[in-house]
């Protein structure tokens, strides 16, 4: 499929109906192709989808671009993109773009205004909530979809310059569990692998990931690999990926846990560890070991829903296997155990010594194009650099890198995504900020959380569409320029740091997130604190030294250029004291992984074994509601809530245009639901119409739906992780039935 499209894209103009004409010219009374722009130059960027980080060609006509291709020599995609990718510049050309500010009339209609009347109304409506309740009244919410440059400049300039103390991003839904696991486990939020790990294993796990269709690009990395690697996946669902594995476990949902434990046991039990790394790296081993004694292989049968052989063969893979790597997921971040089940595949990694080496590793996947550089750079969860807002030495340094007062850094933590949901709930916050991210569609429990966001005061949505979900609830909306009409960087999963350029103009007056956050700045009448904030890049030279001495430390990249030059760099990339010295470590090697020293970043240098009791689901199935819920992604071609990918006519070819289900043919039986049938699908909080898809992929008991259609988060259940405050999306109990039979 990716190299059919390659071909049927490589040379059109980005744009539906040049390529309609490309495609079958007589249809439209054309006897020969139309003549076509060619490119006159070539620029480089990063993909602004997926977290993979693919390096495109953009082809330029007078400084525009007019067509793409995947980058042949980039370390990342090796030539290849997904569906999305190809079609990144098509969805920008949509008559749903936000084009000028809108603001909410006495008649609740939004209707344009100029860009002044949208910043002093911001303004003035903040500060005026901010002076009748305090400060912390206001919050914000961003996302792993913006550079590293604006998201850095949306935290700076909400909690420092605009006295916001509360704010979170789309990256708590996403990818909160990973980074918890990892801070507590290591001591820093740092997966240490490089793609190349891909094609250097042996054995590959793949736990609660589907990359064949989220990540197909790291998929294709798999399939190089040329040390035929045994594939174990770990899903509840046949899926694309699970099809292509030599083992399939079909975990019953959320019972990873378990069967973690009760892997660790036969691994302990037949000494099938590697002591030595164990005894010279990591600490609480030995209360790991007595804690998963209690994981006998009938428990552990009994709470994954795996047959004792699959267990044994499981482990013995595992043990045999000279470069084992775990990648993990939603199907893990997403739940109420989501930080213990990642602390559980760091402890595989970590008691069979696959870590720090190639092909090994416990690697999280990232979702966003940004969601790595979000960790560091957001300002949210933890102040700048990977610091703590609670520190006075962190907030000193920050203070002074950017040369600002410490007293204007708050010295408490954000709330996290759902506590700002019910601070609003609560009546503590009145007004919101929701920038680049679809919160009525994609958060969790929709009916509830729409009631919610009609409480505020105030809301703000900036966003590059009019008409998301969220924008139509908006007070006040503010357009943004999208991936490809604007500056910055984006880091990628194994932490590779690359650019994007400006390569289209924004329609109407939509500006980058950049500039809209300047004009901000300046009605606010804080802008003397960004003074040195004057382009993208400038702030990336000071997102450098927030990064010194930290593990995340890029001081040794001096500028875009470089970046571009050395093919991306992933971090860390120190100063070495000269830039030839840097330069030359970078061509010895593109390809980094963490931990080669068996070094982690608590203080004595060593990991530790975290694990927990595991819980039951939290939403179990009854009489009324038999079937458990699985959410996640659908297709290649669609993005989240589609606000982007639903404007590219070939991606619109590429997935069913009516939401569906994937439900076992023997349950649909029970039901007499037959294949294509609407049926209305119903949580205790809701219910939707979808098509029936009768599939053996998913397990009689289970169904499956896409969170790609709006009405998905209707039947979803508020239930948190109580470390990393991550929504539990993947399971809750519905009932389905047949339109017209109820
Ligand atoms: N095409 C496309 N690609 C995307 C995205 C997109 O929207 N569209 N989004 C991007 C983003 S932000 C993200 S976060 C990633 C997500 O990438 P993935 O996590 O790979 O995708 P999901 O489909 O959400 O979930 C993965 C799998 O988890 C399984 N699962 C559910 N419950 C459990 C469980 O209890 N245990 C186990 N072991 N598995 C379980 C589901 O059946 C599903 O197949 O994709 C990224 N890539
Ligand atoms: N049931 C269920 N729900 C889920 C999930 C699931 O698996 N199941 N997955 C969760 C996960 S992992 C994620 S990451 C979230 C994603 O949830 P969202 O973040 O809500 O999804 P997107 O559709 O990517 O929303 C991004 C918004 O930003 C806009 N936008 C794009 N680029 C720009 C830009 O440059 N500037 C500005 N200002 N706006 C821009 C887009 O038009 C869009 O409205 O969904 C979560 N929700
Ligand atoms: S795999 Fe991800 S980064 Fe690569 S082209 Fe597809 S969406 Fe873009
Ligand atoms: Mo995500």
Not at 292 to 309: A, C, H, I, K, W
Not at 407 to 421: F, T
Not at 593 to 605: N, V, W
Not at 699 to 726: E, R
């Amino acid at each position: 499929m990716i190299s059919d499209l390659a071909k049927n894209l490589l040379h059109c103009k980005q744009g539906p109906l040049t390529r309609e004409l490309l495609r079958s010219p007589g249809r439209f009374g054309l006897g020969q192709l139309p003549v076509r722009k060619q490119p006159d130059a070539v620029t480089t960027t990063t993909c602004g989808f997926c977290g993979t980080g693919c390096g495109l060609n953009i082809h330029l006509k007078d400084g525009e671009a007019i067509s793409l291709s995947p980058r042949t020599e980039y370390p990342v995609n090796l030539g290849m993109a997904c569906p999305k990718g190809w079609e990144a510049l098509a969805v920008l050309d949509s008559g749903d773009r936000a084009t000028t500010p809108l603001l909410r009339d006495q008649a609740g209609k939004l209707i344009p205004v100029d860009w002044e009347t949208a910043a002093t109304t911001f303004v003035d409506r903040f500060k005026s909530i901010q002076k009748k309740y305090g400060n912390d009244s206001v919050a914000f919410l961003g996302s792993g979809q913006l550079p590293n440059e604006e998201v850095a400049f949306l935290g700076a300039l909400a909690k420092f310059g605009m006295g916001f103390v509360h704010g979170d991003g789309n990256t708590r839904q996403c990818m909160a569990s990973a980074v918890t696991a990892y801070k507590q486990s290591f001591g820093f939020d740092a997966p240490g692998y490089t793609y190349q790990d891909y094609e250097e294993s042996d054995v590959i796990v793949f736990i609660g990931a589907n990359p064949c269709i989220a990540h197909p690009i790291m998929w294709e990395r798999v399939t190089r690999n040329r040390n035929n690697p045994t594939i174990v996946v770990i899903d509840p669902r046949l899926t694309e990926t699970a099809m292509q594995a030599d083992l399939h476990l079909q975990i019953r949902p959320k019972g990873d846990l378990s069967l973690f434990y009760g892997i660790s046991r036969l691994l302990i039990e037949n000494d099938w560890i590697d002591r030595d790394f164990i005894d010279s790296h990591t600490n609480q081993f030995e209360n790991y070991q007595r804690f998963v004694q209690d994981f006998s292989l009938q428990r552990t049968v009994e709470e994954s829903g795996l047959t004792p052989q699959l267990l044994k063969d499981v482990t013995r893979i595992i043990a045999g296997g000279e470069a084992v790597s775990f990648y993990w997921t939603m199907g893990v971040n997403q739940s109420y155990q989501g930080t213990r089940t990642a602390q559980a595949i760091i402890n595989l990694a970590l008691m069979t010594g696959n870590i720090g080496k190639p092909g090994t590793g416990p690697n999280s996947i990232t979702g966003q194009c940004n969601a790595m550089g979000s960790r560091l750079f957001s300002n949210t969860t933890s102040l700048f650099g990977g610091r703590d807002f609670t520190k006075k030495e962190d907030r000193q340094e920050v203070a002074d890198i950017l040369a600002i007062d410490e007293g204007d850094i708050p010295s408490v933590n954000s709330w996290p995504y759902h506590k700002i949901m019910d601070g609003i709930l609560g009546g503590k916050i009145k007004g919101l900020w929701v920038i680049c991210t679809n919160s009525v569609h994609s958060w969790i429990n929709q009916n509830q959380s729409r009631d919610i966001l009609e409480r505020l005061d105030f809301l703000v949505v900036q966003d590059m569409y009019h008409n998301t979900e969220t924008a139509k609830m908006a007070d006040l909306v503010l357009p943004a320029a999208g991936w490809g009409e604007k500056q910055g960087t984006f880091i990628n999963s194994e932490r590779r740091i690359n650019t994007i350029k400006k390569v289209a103009k924004a329609p109407g007056q939509a500006l980058s997130d950049f500039s809209i956050f300047k004009l901000l700045a300046h009605y606010w009448g804080c802008e003397e604190m960004f003074r040195q904030w004057t382009t993208p890049e400038s702030v990336f030279q000071i997102l450098k030294r927030l990064t010194k001495g930290q593990p995340c430390d890029i001081t040794g990249i001096e500028d875009y250029n470089m970046l571009d030059e050395m093919g991306g760099v992933q971090w860390p990339c120190p100063d070495l004291g000269s830039s030839y010295a840097v330069r030359d470590r970078l061509l010895e090697s593109n390809q980094r992984r963490l931990y080669e020293d068996g070094r982690f970043y608590h203080s004595d240098g060593r990991a530790k074994f975290l694990f927990e009791e595991p819980r039951p689901l939290s939403e179990p199935t009854s009489e009324k509601y038999p079937f458990i819920l699985l959410t996640g992604r659908g297709t290649a071609a669609q993005w989240h809530t589609q606000t982007r990918t639903k404007n590219s006519a070939v991606l619109r070819k590429l997935y069913p245009s009516d939401p569906f289900v994937e439900i076992n043919p023997a349950d649909a039986k029970k039901r007499e639901i037959s294949m294509n049938d609407w049926v209305f699908v119903k949580s205790q909080r809701g219910k939707m119409k979808a098509t029936a898809f009768l599939t053996h992929s998913v397990q009689p008991g289970q169904v499956f739906i896409p969170m790609h259609y709006k009405q998905t988060n209707n039947l979803t259940d508020a239930v948190f992780d109580p470390d990393s405050h991550q929504p539990s999306f993947k399971a809750c109990a519905v009932t389905i039935f047949r339109v017209g039979t109820y």
